[in-house]
């Protein structure tokens, strides 16, 4: 009996470490591409500069950048120092290590608060869902404030529900004050937002209480003055204007040109359907109103504990849509507690034993399930087979012997192999966005070898002069990958300044074609809405002359 006792534990240790392993495998995948437009070259250009330099103050271009507090830059020039220089590589791997973690509390908390299988469901679930996969694989800030939001949550779970003490409460504090010293007070106010929701659904405020409220708004508040009285010292007291009220409170509730991406209230509603994709029939579920009935669950305890992460769903995408500024990215804190609850849904649907009308509904809900899971790597191969790829090719006869292999199964009632099939199908999924697509997508969105190839004709001693769109993407770019300074100058300037290349960045249809003595050295095309040329300028004798009387003007 011990013995058999003793291999039941090893199979389930090794296939939880095998489990772990795939999430890692995820993970990982895409992590040597280049920088890709439009978030990568600011954030590892500021990152690179903190290397460089380190402060309290980000910095971009040898500009402040004063939108987000110094942990995740600091984080990063660490990983930077670790790898023994700065390289895109390096720097998302901060993302891809945030986006693990967060899979592993996923996993623990599902199968502590459920069962193994809703915690394996719940985190393959979030590692395959879209704008997980894509945001966990980009050098963003989001993927490391989700890290923080969700381990805070976790220890909130755990103190809702009695068990207090120093451990816990650490646990759900000390996140939140990482969180704010990541991207500000957002962090900590999605949690407080899902957190409040809870208890109005409970109608208590007993779970408000076990959180120790008092200690926590000294905490915030503590945490929000030390870091400005750092920048105050180091950059003023305007610095620490335009933090805390250009960068969170007008950005939370008016958004302008300044701040940018303002989006309407219901933005959220056709965009958090597409970040769980292919979830779509749990998620579904989850919003159907039998679902919460209290004669759905025979456990009232795990009614309870869905209750619990609804709410912290809910309360968290309403303060998302309440805010005037949205991406798509920002939903990154709300999706570890929406998965936990679309896993517990889809574990009670797809174990169901179907009986009369209702057995005709979950087959079709599962024939859905494998239409969608299979539709992401089916297209993707479709896709890459323009390329008559041998590796497109093969990848899209496994996809399609996956598909027909979890739909037999599922027809025959196999549903343990069914959602296997399902599993495989995710996975796919996700190596063909990381592996096929990235190839398909590297020339429209990868600056890097254009910038590079400037950097190589021009003077090592002299900035790189640009002409036309000065966005962050160009100021991120340019010295990230040639380690100079990009300088932006007007084509009335030229005249005067007579830089000897000029890098032409040309956005939405603009044509910018400096006058003679500059000539055409090369252009790359990026997308339908993005141009790089670089000119140099050979003046003749007559220009030489007038050079040699006129010199040109220093640039100040």
């Known amino acids: 009996m011990h013995d058999a006792a003793r291999r039941v534990g090893t199979v389930t240790r090794n296939g939880t470490l095998a489990f772990c392993a795939l999430l890692l495998a995820i993970s990982v995948l895409g992590i040597g591409r280049d920088l890709w437009t439009p978030d990568e070259p600011r954030e590892a250009a500021i990152s690179r500069e ?45 993302s891809i290590a945030a986006g693990f973690l967060t899979l592993l509390v996923v996993f623990v908390w599902g199968r502590r608060e459920f069962s193994a299988g809703v915690g394996a469901a719940a985190a393959l679930g979030l590692a395959t869902s879209t704008q997980f996969m894509i945001s966990s694989h980009w050098v963003l800030i989001d993927p490391l404030v989700m890290l923080f939001t969700t381990v805070a949550l976790w220890a909130a779970n755990r103190l809702v529900r009695g068990e207090g003490g120093r451990a816990p409460l650490t646990l759900f504090y000390a996140p939140l004050v990482l969180a704010l010293w990541t991207k500000g007070l957002i962090g900590p106010v999605l949690v407080g937002a899902g957190l409040v929701a809870y208890s109005a659904a409970t109608r208590s405020l007993e779970p408000l209480k076990r959180l120790r409220p008092a200690i926590g708004v000294a905490v915030i508040l503590g945490s929000t003055f030390a870091f400005a009285a750092l920048l105050a010292t180091e950059s003023g007291l305007g610095a620490v204007r335009e933090w805390l009220w250009v960068n969170q409170v007008q950005r939370f509730v008016h958004a302008t040109d300044e701040t940018g991406h303002a989006q309407p209230v219901y933005y959220y509603l056709y965009t958090l359907p597409i970040a769980v994709f292919p979830w779509w029939v749990p998620f579904g579920a989850v919003l159907l109103p039998r679902t919460w009935r209290k004669e759905a669950d025979a456990d009232a305890g795990t009614r309870d504990k869905k209750v619990f992460l609804g709410a ?9 849509s309440a805010a005037s500024t949205k991406r798509g990215n ?227």
């Not at 380190?54 to 990063?76: G, I, M, Q, R």
């Not at 912290?312 to 998302?320: D, N, T």
């Not at 999706?335 to 169901?352: Q, V």
């Not at 100021?475 to 990230?480: N, Q």
Request: charged share 15%.
């Open 312 to 320: 912290l769903s809910l309360g968290m995408a309403v303060v998302l």
């Open 50 to 94: 903190m290397f460089v330099s380190p402060s309290v103050v980000p910095y971009l271009n040898d500009a402040p950048f004063l939108e987000k507090p110094p942990l995740y830059y600091w984080t990063v020039a660490g990983v930077f120092a670790l790898a023994g220089g700065s390289s895109a590589a390096a720097a998302r791997a901060v």
């Open 330 to 556: 920002y939903l990154l804190p709300l999706l570890p507690p929406l998965f936990l609850l679309l896993a517990a849904t889809a574990s009670e649907w797809w174990n169901r034993t179907p009986a009369g009308p209702v057995q005709g509904r979950i087959w079709t809900s599962q024939w859905l399930c494998v239409a969608l899971f299979a539709a992401v790597p089916v297209a993707l191969a479709l896709a890459y087979l323009r390329t008559s790829s041998p590796l497109a090719m093969a990848f899209l006869g496994v996809v399609a012997a996956m598909a027909a292999g979890t739909a037999i199964y599922a027809r025959r009632g196999h549903r343990a192999i069914a959602v296997r099939g399902l599993g495989a199908l995710a996975v796919s999924a996700v190596v063909g966005v990381l592996v096929v697509a990235a190839q398909l997508a590297a020339p429209l969105k990868d600056l890097s070898p254009f910038v590079a190839w400037v950097g190589a004709q021009a003077p090592a001693d002299e900035p790189i002069y640009v002409l036309g769109d000065f966005d962050e993407t160009i100021r991120g770019i340019v010295p990230f990958v040639t380690g100079r300074t990009a300088v932006s100058i007007a084509a009335s300037d030229l005249e005067a300044l007579r830089p000897h290349y000029v890098l032409v960045h040309a956005k939405e249809g603009d044509v910018l074609a400096p006058q003679p003595p500059y000539v055409l050295l090369g252009v790359r095309k990026l997308g339908p809405t993005r141009s790089m040329a670089l000119w140099e300028r050979r003046p003749d004798r007559l220009s030489q002359l007038r050079d040699a009387l006129e010199p040109p003007v220093p640039l100040r």
